[in-house]
T-cell receptor, first 114, second 109 residues
Framework: NAGVMQNPRHLVRRRGQEARLRCSPM?????VYWYRQLPEEGLKFMVY????????ESGMPKERFSAEFPKEGPSILRIQQVVRGDSAAYFC????????????FGPGTRLTVL | RKEVEQDPGPFNVPEGATVAFNCTYS??????FFWYRQDCRKEPKLLMS???SGNEDGRFTAQLNRASQYISLLIRDSKLSDSATYLC??????????FGPGTRLSVLP
């Protein structure tokens, strides 16, 4: 049973470009969460999705950031017009259908904005 | 007040020491509780869930006090490999998980 998969593992973008981060949850998991971690800081919740629904996006910046979890395929976190402050590790986690079970994390995508 | 607060750390302890981490949460509707560990530049990994009656897993013991909204983690006979950041996590059913800021532990030889 493969764990949570994220790709790419490392992503380099120039200011103004778009970044697309993908997350495939564990088999059987229908809840996906995205977190951002700045260097030397804690995890910050961004968004919580179920298939085709955004449940909670209270942690996501209002502009330039969007997330989706389509019926088929991975969850996508999209950052438009990246700025240097977007450089961080972005972690995806998944949990089973009952959301209060523990989460399992992917290895993360390290985004560097030049 | 932050939703989940932890000891600021860092904790530097010798091998073999016993170390305790404390965590408090503000939302009384919180239903599930966990301890995760995160190694440098790695993803968080589940260490243990925390149950109302308290639970133990080898050298690790977790306690929950719902009345005081307090969670603890005790590590006995600490090993060098225990060096990591320990994250307290709470969840309200149907809502997102809230992570504490973490407490860094360094076990010294």
């Amino acid at each position: 049973n493969a764990g949570v998969m994220q790709n790419p593992r490392h992503l380099v973008r120039r200011r103004g470009q778009e970044a697309r981060l993908r997350c495939s949850p564990m088999k059987g998991h229908s809840h996906v969460y995205w977190y951002r971690q700045l260097p030397e800081e804690g995890l910050k919740f961004m968004v919580y999705l179920q298939k085709e629904n955004i449940i909670d996006e209270s942690g996501m910046p209002k502009e330039r950031f969007s997330a989706e979890f389509p019926k088929e395929g991975p969850s996508i976190l999209r950052i438009q017009q990246v700025v240097r402050g977007d450089s961080a590790a972005y972690f995806c986690a998944s949990s089973p259908a009952i959301s209060y079970n523990e989460q399992f994390f992917g290895p993360g995508t390290r985004l560097t904005v030049l | 007040r932050k939703e989940v607060e932890q000891d600021p750390g860092p904790f530097n302890v010798p091998e073999g020491a016993t170390v305790a981490f404390n965590c408090t949460y503000s939302n009384s509707a919180s239903q599930s509780f966990f301890w995760y560990r995160q190694d440098c530049r790695k993803e968080p990994k589940l260490l243990m869930s925390v149950y109302s009656s308290g639970n133990e897993d080898g050298r690790f013991t977790a306690q929950l006090n719902r009345a005081s909204q307090y969670i603890s983690l005790l590590i006995r006979d600490s090993k060098l490999s225990d060096s990591a950041t320990y994250l307290c996590v709470v969840n309200i059913a149907g809502q997102n998980f809230v992570f504490g800021p973490g407490t860094r532990l360094s076990v010294l030889p």
